[in-house]
């Protein structure tokens, strides 16, 4: 017994000789009027439970029901988490917070999810994972589970690009079945109230570098004869605006690149001459807009820079080694020495194109070739203020804190 007793407080991280009972398993059930669907989510998941002989609960973190939910969860033995703030997000963050257990599945109260098939969840968090995700694709989708726009656009999409902006090899990035182990997933401290909560956990776990899996799972049509909460451009721009915040890189940094560069070779390009690309010739005028690319490519870049040390200030991500040594070498001095450098060379280019013109006694000139000279000089001067101005924001967020 002693053994036991022993193997029990290492398996559950009790104090030596705590014998309160542990619950393994927490699963939690966002709701907001599901009176319909709810009873049988809570009978399958106490069937669960009681079938593998998990010690767990079932919690329902209700958003205000005013359609009788709480009394159904109540009569059948759930736990009720009254959440006032309202919100998926919001729901689910309440109940995870009042989860006893040492792991938490969630999935929605809609019977779209089968609670009874959380068995390859719960043997990967004992395997070590941390995050395990349904994979619904993987699984199966009943007919008319998800609407089309939903199947063949909107998840593919959003999946793709939560894969390629933080590397996680998740197929199905909003899934809304998954388990995870309690501690790991509130050291995150999720935030989003709404839908977004699904990718804000997913991207989050990826940047911390948390052990994600993935597991088939099934999706069913929902029972209820009400329409689903979820609105398809209003909370699929809301995923996407989240993957996009968390990833300035993609934002930011690789299409001001490619701006900024494609600008540069048109500009320099174009000061010997036009320029003829078969039928196409290319003249001062294109070497407007391709100043005009450098600039906003080189704005692109700056905010990059720095909505990457915000999100180091403010804990979305932990700094990374090149963006360190980055701002180790970039102090506002050097940048400051730098963009006077391009200031002082692009009025110098400014006074060449004035003395030129006074050298003609102000009268007419040839205007492509005066431009030639004052284009990239006004380019100078605009990247030089630009590169002193973004060194001293930098230096504003590396300020001491209280």
Known sequence: ????????????????????????????????????????????????????????EVIVADNGSTDGSQQIANALGARIVHVPARGYGAALIGGIEAAQGRYVAMGDA???????????????????????????????IAAGAMPPLHKYLGNPVLSFLGRAFFGTPIGDFHCGLRAFRRD??????????????????????AIAKLDIREVPTTLQPDGRSRPPHLRTWRDGWRHLRFLLIYAPRFLFLYPGLALALAGLVGVLGLIPGDIRI?????????????????????????L??????????????????L????????SVERACVAGGLMLVTGLGGAI?????????????????ALMRVTIPSMLLCCLGVQTAVTAFFAGLLDQPRA
């Open 1 to 56: 017994m002693a053994a036991a007793q022993a193997l029990r407080d290492e398996q559950w991280d009790l104090p030596p000789g705590d014998s309160s009972p542990a619950v393994e398993l927490s699963i939690v059930m966002p709701c907001l009027n599901e009176a319909e669907t709810l009873a049988l989510c809570i009978r399958k998941a106490k069937a669960f439970l009681d079938e593998y002989n998990i010690a767990g």
């Open 304 to 321: 990059s820079v720095l909505a990457r040390r915000y999100g180091v200030i403010a804990g979305m991500w932990p700094e990374s080694g």
């Open 278 to 302: 078969g039928e196409v010739e290319l003249g001062v005028h294109t070497m407007i807009f391709a100043a005009m690319a450098v600039l906003i490519g080189s704005q692109l870049v700056g």
């Open 184 to 205: 790991s997933i509130r050291a995150l401290g999720l935030t989003a109230p709404g839908m977004e909560f699904a990718s804000e956990m997913v991207v989050k776990a």
């Open 110 to 140: 809609d019977d779209s999810y089968d609670f009874g098939a959380l068995m390859p969840f719960l043997d990967a968090l004992r395997q070590g994972g941390d995050l395990v995700m349904g994979n619904r694709f993987q699984g199966g």
């Open 323 to 330: 963006m360190r040594r980055i701002r180790n070498w970039f």
């Open 352 to 368: 060449a194109a004035t003395l030129a013109w006074a050298s003609a006694g102000f009268g007419d000139m040839n205007p492509a």
